[in-house]
């Protein structure tokens, strides 16, 4: 942690409650989104078809599946692991390979074995490139390491051959997994190129902070990278709230933000 970030308890530990009814709904998105391709599909529609995918790419990998990988949602485990693996699975990932490149990321953020980091020391038509093979890199990384993950990975990844197989004798599910595994592509660039600086040397110049209504509507109010690395622990339902009360503290320590036009 930077010499004189606030604690959380300075800030407040309300950042970490959400509603109950906020989290139910929460976790039932995600199936929710899935199960509408399907309806607009079987109907012919294929532009909102196209839109669940994008939707479910953008709540899974960035909010929903990234709480349950930092367990911010105060499930038990016989809950939330479940969940991890059938959200990511949804998408034809491997939530605990997510897991445990994700953490790692948080540990040793731009270091030569961060490859969820690795982006953003490359060219942005490389940080693009890059996507086509990350997950498959992240689940053998994680393979690579002992801990709860691994059993759970190699489940998963029979789970994402299986649901393959299938997807090539049916035409709906073949275009569900295309575009979803297509969409995966675009992280390293949207996750780590654009968010990061590797040139910094500790996470206030390592990490780009963002501010701007124009930022926090493209975004959907989700660029709040700098504040999730300094207080890995609040949920994203709370960064809007974390961000403002950091917001003094970034001033006095000269932390410039980007700005999209306002």
Do not use: K
Request: proline share 7%; with cysteine; glycine share 6%.
């Amino acid at each position: 942690m930077p010499h004189g970030v606030p604690s959380l308890d300075d800030l407040g530990r309300d950042l970490l409650r959400v509603p109950v009814a906020r989290r139910v709904v929460c976790l039932a998105v995600p199936f929710l989104v899935a199960a509408l391709f399907f309806v607009f599909a079987a109907r012919g529609w294929w532009i909102p078809a196209l839109l669940c995918t994008m939707v479910l790419s953008f709540i899974t990998y960035g909010s929903v599946s990234h709480d349950l990988v930092h367990r911010n949602l105060g499930l038990p485990p016989w809950i939330n692991e479940p969940l991890l693996a059938a959200i990511e699975l949804l998408t034809f990932r491997s939530g605990h390979a997510y897991r445990w490149t994700h953490l790692h990321h948080h540990a040793r953020p731009m270091s030569a074995d961060d490859i969820e980091g690795a982006a953003a020391a490359m060219s942005w038509w490389r940080a693009l490139l890059d996507g086509i093979t990350l997950q498959p890199r992240l689940w053998a990384a994680a393979l690579r390491h002992r801990g709860p993950h691994r059993p759970w990975s190699i489940v998963e990844a029979a789970a994402i051959i299986v649901m393959l197989a299938f997807a090539t004798r049916h035409l709906a599910l073949g275009v569900y997994a295309v575009l979803l595994i297509a969409g995966s592509w675009i992280f390293p660039f949207t996750t780590s190129y654009l968010v990061h600086d590797p040139h910094g040397v500790d996470e206030l110049s390592q990490t780009r902070l963002f501010r701007g209504r124009m930022l926090s509507l493209v975004a959907f109010e989700h660029l709040y990278h700098l504040e999730h690395h300094l207080f890995p622990q609040v949920p994203h339902q709370r960064w809007p709230e974390l961000a403002r009360r950091l917001d003094p503290f970034f001033e006095s320590h000269g932390v410039r933000a980007v700005r999209l036009f306002f």
